[in-house]
């Protein structure tokens, strides 16, 4: 019932009407996470993350979400290892949410919901020089997805938090510098599952090795109503519309293996 009315409210969002998927695409995200059909693949291996703080540049409203942006000119903030055989650059994050702490993830495990998700968005600097063209092939893009629960307060997120307020309008955008995002990552981050997807908004291209943790984080409820405070519309707009609900509907497996890096 909950994921109906998630499903309802996501489908009537004025954010989705139109091409919701690429025609023919075959690996669309997000997905539901189907557990007992993952696929141990013990070649997978851990995963290294190096992210320096001080390639962090500013935090901007872009009428989805909200991007906090990294320089990614150099190899200072990298993945590399896990399911991925190149070496890729951050380039940014952002969360989805809902309207309510009922629902708001993207992906799911075994049709469970989270109230938010998080994404890092990398790009593969091995092949590309720049994120612009990693978006259009196939293994362009590595995504790490963490899911948020409601909890204790997180003491790292809050000075993301105190930085909404100065942009709650789509377009708006603020300098936001020396934020460390592996403050954001579970202490475990050797437990995931991978499979091959897409961009969950447009241009949905099919070129994201998806890396979703195993174990989540903790935000306080306080923390997630500040991100409901943003608005997805420019300041000039009549009518103002809340930032909630700002996740995509799932989409069909088409036969793709899930593989975890735990048995
Ligand atoms: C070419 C400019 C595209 C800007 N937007 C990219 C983009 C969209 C969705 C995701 S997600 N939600 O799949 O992580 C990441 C990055
Ligand atoms: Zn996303």
């Known amino acids: 019932r909950v994921r109906d009315a998630a499903e309802h409210v996501m489908k009537m969002h004025p954010m989705w009407q139109g091409p919701l998927a690429i025609p023919g695409g075959d690996r669309q995200s997000p997905i539901d996470i189907v557990v007992r059909k993952s696929i141990f693949d013990s070649e997978l291996k851990p995963l290294v993350s190096v992210y320096d703080p001080n390639t962090c540049q500013q935090i901007w409203n872009n009428g989805y979400s909200f991007l906090v942006e990294y320089d990614d000119t150099t190899d200072k903030s990298t993945l590399k290892g896990g399911p991925l055989q190149d070496n890729f650059r951050l380039c940014q994050f952002h969360f989805h949410w809902g309207e309510s702490n009922a629902w708001g993830s993207e992906h799911t495990l075994d049709r469970r919901l989270f109230p938010a998700e998080l994404h890092l968005v990398h790009w593969n600097s091995d092949k590309y020089s720049l994120f ?75 070129s994201v090795t998806w890396i979703i943790m195993k174990h989540h984080i903790e935000v306080s409820h306080d923390q997630l109503a500040v991100f409901r405070s943003l608005l997805f519309t420019s300041a000039e707009e009549d009518v103002q519309k809340s930032m909630v609900n700002n996740f995509r509907v799932q989409q069909p497996l088409c036969g793709r293996a899930v593989r975890s890096s735990f048995s």
């Open 132 to 206: 612009e063209e990693a978006v259009m092939e196939d293994n362009g893009l590595a995504v790490i997805g963490v899911f948020l629960k409601v909890g204790k307060r997180h003491e790292g997120l809050q000075k993301l938090v105190d930085a909404l307020p100065a942009i709650r309008h789509k377009g708006s955008v603020v300098e936001f510098t020396r934020f460390d995002p592996a403050c954001l990552l579970p202490s475990n981050i050797n437990d995931y599952w991978t499979y091959h997807g897409s961009l969950t908004t447009p241009p949905l291209t099919e």
